[in-house]
DNA sequence: GGTGTCTCCGTTTTT
DNA sequence: CGGAGACACC
């Protein structure tokens, strides 16, 4: 028998081994389900004696499926799975994308299996390219994205436009010409996986999910393409957890796929995480509040304050954090929480400045790095010989190609497609080579991304005289490093490899540059309510809880945001604390406390705003104010002033890695480099 | 092509 | 409330 089994608990046992056809496990927050999840994957290997490249395992994350195979690794026992057996484990979006290169004929769909994917960053200028090549008008340019996904949604954004302009064309356009490039955007990723996927014989005997409440429609329509008549699935997820349905995911698709498959349900209903006054108070914004159940004891109430501002919360929770350090607490156990990114800055200034050591969650991607977003169209451009977009974008980035413009780029590229090979640059041969090369090559050779390097002549765009060049160099090499690992144990030639690794770089761009919070660094973790999903802290401030935010001012009565709220609240082991501002910032925000917290039975609360209450409220007042005027003196003090021969003094409000921030008087906030800025620093 | 008025939107973010 | 951008008018 599969021993790890003993050590669960009755309901997580009884899901490991049941064996429906389509289960459907319904998991309270911090019930344990990733543990669930990897011993249902060794139980079936070990005990069911399914092979794994049976299985198909998909997440939503990079971070989740990077965990769950970590898991199952170090759990093991017997030590006889290697990380390359997990062949079909991943996000819907890299499993979509290794089955279309693999084994779906993409090429029905006007694509060839050299296709490369289309981040963001590719779209913008392709975008741009499309409306001047079909002459197309297009307003709101800025905000094409989100109405082209509304006008699928049958919805325009901008109601209805005194004259029409041409989105509907434009959107056709937009796929007529990934074709063209031979390019997929992640939607079409997933999109035409599902349609190959139907008649195709890719039909893994398992198929299990995480964190089912995310899942969209067109996902589940991949799901079903992996299926067949005897397919089992295995689908774990949360509907209390659905804070994303803006991305297409919603509590009526666990209904929709209940019904579908005739699913059967089960319950993981016991909470190893909070305390039972933290979980009470969960239970507030349950449906089945029955269904979560606690283990631990009563703990500490809820702390609910009022602050003055988003200033005074981020003084207050200065002091606060040093006497929970004192007390032996840990940076890494607490965390603060707030509704949007804008409202991080408070707090990372004023940590800064006491020497409290943060990480805030933000999104960052390669496009940050100039020289990665370079090298990387190089690459996009190598591998699939019809993405035009990147080779322009090589041809005519001024700081590290060739700075040609518009016009000499296309003319050069039609020159190409004539073959008249005259006075074409270096770097164009190199990119059309780039395969023969690649197939000179052996596939086990060493130091390839010196190689790589070599080839292209990198030195030659990254100016060895610019002060970045040292820089630059380490960049790309670290890059191309990290990159090649990660196809490293694939038996396939060279040319596969760096094309899959460039695929990587779209689709795990954020991981490879290691942007994202660490958890086991020793700092407090400033994220929004939105990422702390998935996580848990001893210690959690929920911060700017006013009416107005929480709910958000435009979805006051959307039931997601009370999902989100739970979410925060429920990220909490030992301590919580909730706080508002009297007087908030934000236009949408009231200065009342958050209409959530009257959910929560009042017992479980201790409120420093009703003994603020039973002062007069004049005085009252008065305290807040020369308490702000005190505090607001101080964030003055501790800034640097700076002098700029124009805008005059000024104050540096925040440093940017490259950049400082300094608002001036009458001229506002204006952003300089580090290495180049006009500003004569005073104290 | 420049300038004034009026309307609409605003958040969360992964791949 | 503030910014972006379309539209109107010169």
Redesign the pocket.
Known sequence: MYKAVEFLNSYQREAVINNEKVLLLNSCVGSGKTTVLVHKVLYLYHEKKIPLKDMVVLT????AAQEIKARILESDAVGEIKEEDLLFFG?F??VARQLLSTCLPVEDLGYTKEFTILD?NDAESLFDRIINKYRLNI????KLE?RMEEYKNGVS???V???EDEIEKFIECFSEEKKLLNVMD?GDLIKNASILLKNADFKPSWIIIDEFQDTDMDQLEMIDGLMDKNTHVFAVGDPNQVIYT??GSSQSLFNTFKERYNAKEMTLPINYRSTATILEAARAFINMPHSLEGVRGKGASIIVKRHYNSFNEAMYLVDTIKKLIADGIKYKDIAVFY????QSQVFEDVFKNHGIPYEV?L?K?IKDIPVLNWFIKLLKASVNSRDVDSLYYVLKDEKYGLGLTAKKASALYESIKKEEFNDIPEIVLKIMEFKTWCENNKPETTDLECHLYEYFDIDNYISPTSIYYDEDKILILNFLKELIDVSFHENTTIFERIRKAVDYS??Y??SIIKESIDKDNDSIKL??L??SKGLEFKYVFITGANYGIMP?G??LMDEEEKRLFFVGITRAMDYLEISYHANPED?RALPIVSPYLKMIPEQLIESQELKGRAHALSGLRKEIKSNMDKNSAEYIKMQKKALHPKYGTGYIISEEGENFVVEFDGYGKKTFSKSFCPLKFLD
């Open positions: 939503f994350t990079n971070k996000t979006h890299s963001q307003k709101y340019r800025k989100k954004l901008y109601g436009m005194k004259y992640f803006w991305r509704r949007m990114q804008k969650s999104r991607n779209s689709l761009g954020k994220m929004t939105h990422a958000l435009t979805r236009y």
